[in-house]
């Protein structure tokens, strides 16, 4: 059997105590870094044998253990953080498991998108996660103007060091979308900063240190004439205009039916 442990985003005590019964029991345990992985071990006293399984050496991997899962061997496999497979080493396994009938089950636990978007206050019905940003100027210009027009909340993963330039890119895009800068979630100097695109390029116009992930707030849609006539003559009627004057300002102003504006007004 292959299980798929999501382990902590940075707090070690972030375990579910279904991911340390499977360390424990697992005959082998697969790991992302064994040097990090270890420390996690240590932490809650579980003995275990660590073999890496990294992006370098995923397929080399994959051919030494799928025999082992093939022949009833416990595998665990573990990232750096949060669940594997996800913009971390583990899908190609994860497959080729399901492809040669070995079972596979995922342990959930710690995740730094939805952690980010919860703190970043930017919820919606739902979100996009797009993964690591583009390292390239000009494919990072390329998604960020796709981005422009998507009507609900973003959440991306960056590097420190690049963070300056991904958010200079993003003022020059969208001056005044809002973002969170998300770093070091859950550990001692977790840092949720929110402002203007514009003002966090300002803000962080040196890179900082520790892990982040982005949150790009959600883009609404822009209204087509009749929906912002008839915003606007709810606003003034809000604000205390008799209807039929609020309606027929908005009207010659806007350019629409008054009649018409007024019936959908009511």
Not at 139 to 164: C, D, K, N, Y
Not at 200 to 217: N, S
Not at 230 to 242: C, H, N, W, Y
Request: with cysteine; proline share 6%.
């Amino acid at each position: 059997m292959l299980s798929v442990c999501a382990t902590p985003i940075g707090n070690l005590d972030d375990i579910t105590l279904r991911v340390l019964a499977e360390l424990r029991d697992a005959d082998v345990v697969l790991a992302e870094d064994t040097r990090h992985t270890r420390v996690l071990l240590r932490r809650h006293g579980i003995e275990a044998k660590l073999v890496s399984y990294h992006e370098h050496n995923e397929a080399e991997r994959v051919a030494e253990v799928l025999p082992r899962l093939q022949a009833g061997e416990h595998v665990a496999l573990v990232s750096d953080a949060g669940l594997p497979g996800i913009s971390d080493p583990g899908a190609r396994l994860v497959r080729a498991a399901l492809e040669g009938g070995v079972p596979v089950t995922v342990l959930p636990g710690p995740s730094a998108v939805e952690t980010a978007l919860v703190a970043s206050g930017l919820v919606a019905e739902r979100y996009a996660f797009v993964g690591f940003l583009p390292r390239k100027a000009g494919e990072l210009r390329a998604l960020l103007a796709e981005l422009a027009s998507w009507p609900w909340p973003v959440v991306a993963f960056e590097s420190p060091r690049r963070l300056p330039a991904t958010l200079r890119a993003l003022a020059a895009a969208a001056p005044e979308r809002e973002v969170a800068v998300c770093r070091e979630l859950t550990k001692r100097f977790e840092e949720v900063v929110r402002g203007s695109a514009e003002a966090l390029a300002e803000r962080f116009a040196e890179a900082p240190k520790g892990e982040i992930t982005l949150v790009l707030a959600p883009v609404e849609a822009e209204l087509g004439g009749e929906e912002a006539a008839l915003q606007a003559v709810d606003e003034l009627v809000s604000a205390g205009t008799p209807r039929r004057l609020a309606v027929d300002v908005v009207a010659r102003l806007a350019d629409v039916s008054r009649n018409e504006l007024y019936r959908a007004s009511l």
